[in-house]
DNA sequence: ACCTGAACACCGTTCAAGT
DNA sequence: ACCTGAACACCGTTCAAGT
């Protein structure tokens, strides 16, 4: 059912329909309404498995080449997203979240869940000197990420959605955000 | 005629339909198709008119207090819109203008205005010493634009929009990635 | 010329009827 | 028990008829 998901990412949430959706699946209306209580609850879906599979892969990301790597790493597969033309899916995602508490609550489970493991990666960097130990680890875990999700969606808005370029962009803010102070 | 647009803000843009929008305008949805061909077109208009006024006020206050200042002045600006409750509707603005061109390419021109503008400055703060000079003064201005906008959008999602908090980050931010290297 | 508003096409959701 | 799909309520857009 889920694959039948793949819908919204051709056609982006707003323009694709129900019908589709059930034509693409194989089912009908009502049987979708079994799984699903609604369409907004169905972004939720997408969205809650399209984040956390890959803490895993980020903590030894994280261990073995650094924080700012494994942040770009990270990016990468994000900005991925914006070039295959997902953006502005991801910005229906948000406005949804922001919009309906039913939407937003287990993406926020999800994300406190990166965050938490990003933050323990920000920790230990900042015990072996890589990342400026004044900083608060977890505000500054908010801020990239922020500053993740703004770039993609900027450059979705911008019409330049290189993943290569936006990692760049990235990785100049990051190095000079995370650097320890005095040298 | 724009005064009714005012219902998005109420409503969001997906949410607010045609009829709310007449009869708050106090006219019928023919009239309304005068002048605008459709609801994308509305969003843009919204969406163009609420950039770009402070494009002056911002160069002032970049004189007289710094360009970390004066973007915190920005900052406070547009995170009051979070506050307001106007963070879907900012979502959707960005979900509209990644998915169709004929809202992006006007927001696209007042945008390019602004980085001009706020660029200028940051040459300027440059040659001061007041900013690293070997930043590329224009991807750095992008850079804090698409800061600016993800922690606008994530604290929304995350239902924290305090905008004191929301600049605290923000400054936190812009000061580390500007200030000149080796102290 | 410009506006009105009924009509049209379409979409998310439901539920009586089937299996 | 579970599924079907016609029906319902609603919304963006159009256009023949009015002024």
Do not use: W
Not at 65 to 89: P, T
Not at 115 to 131: D, L, P
Not at 155 to 180: G, I, K, M, N, V
């Amino acid at each position: 059912m889920d694959a039948a998901i793949a819908c919204f990412r051709k056609r982006g949430f707003h323009q694709a329909t129900m019908a589709e959706i059930c034509a693409e699946a194989g089912i009908s209306a009502g049987a979708l309404y079994r799984y699903f209580a609604s369409k907004a609850e169905i972004i939720g879906a997408i969205a809650e498995d399209s984040r956390g599979e890959s803490d895993e892969a980020f903590l030894r990301a994280a261990e073995e080449h650094g924080i700012i790597e494994a942040m770009c790493l990270a990016c990468r597969g994000f900005m991925q997203k914006f070039a295959d033309g997902d953006g502005s899916l991801i910005a229906d995602i948000f406005a949804e979240a922001i919009r309906d508490d039913s939407v937003s609550t287990p993406l926020r489970a999800t994300d406190a869940q990166s965050v938490k493991v990003f933050t323990k990666a920000m920790k230990a960097a900042q015990e072996r000197g890589e990342v400026d130990p004044s900083l608060d680890a977890e505000m500054t875990v908010n801020t990239l990420f922020a500053a993740l999700e703004g770039i993609g969606l900027r450059r979705a808005f911008l019409r330049d959605t290189d993943p290569d370029a936006a990692l760049l962009q990235f990785r100049a803010l990051a190095e000079r955000y995370l650097s320890p102070r005095h040298e």
